[in-house]
């Protein structure tokens, strides 16, 4: 029987020493620096266009509206009133009861026979609308006088 074993020793191999794989190491892909710049400059923003300026309304002095004392009139918020035809004596221009008052200074306002400057008497305050005012110099079928504002 020592055969058999001897037999049996024969037949196992002896293990011998194995090859390693040799590894590759993944190699990491660069893009070229001229490549780069170009989509660089490719993902730039277009730059926006300047949007030209709103016409303001401080392009030189408020008009100045010229009516008559006893007339109704259409005038532009921030505009001048300097009124026309002024009785001797001069004339008072108040605010009716319950309405506003479209013009500064405030009611009443006192306007003179002779405006020898030619000052303004009044300025327009209010927005949209119409404003009916009490021109005191004025026969009443005239009255009231309304100052429109578009």
């Known amino acids: 029987m020592a055969k058999g074993k001897a037999k049996k020793k ?78 001797p004596g001069g004339c008072i221009v108040a605010q009716l009861p319950n309405t506003i008052w479209p013009f500064s200074p405030a009611s009443p306002i006192s306007v003179p026979y002779l405006n020898p400057g030619q000052t303004p008497n009044a300025t327009i305050i209010v927005g949209t609308g119409t404003y009916p005012i009490d021109v005191q110099c004025c026969q009443s079928p005239q009255m009231p006088k309304i100052v429109t504002v578009p």
């Not at 293990?15 to 190699?27: E, V, Y």
């Open 10 to 87: 024969a037949k196992v191999k002896a293990k011998g020493k194995t090859k390693a794989k040799a590894k590759t190491k993944a190699s990491v892909k660069t893009k070229p620096k001229v490549q780069a710049k170009a989509q660089a400059k490719s993902k730039a923003k277009p730059k926006p266009k300047l949007k030209a300026k709103a016409k303001g309304r401080h392009n030189g002095p408020p008009p100045v509206n010229k009516p008559d004392m006893c007339d109704s009139f259409t005038a532009v918020t921030n505009s001048f009133v300097l009124w026309q035809d002024v009785p």
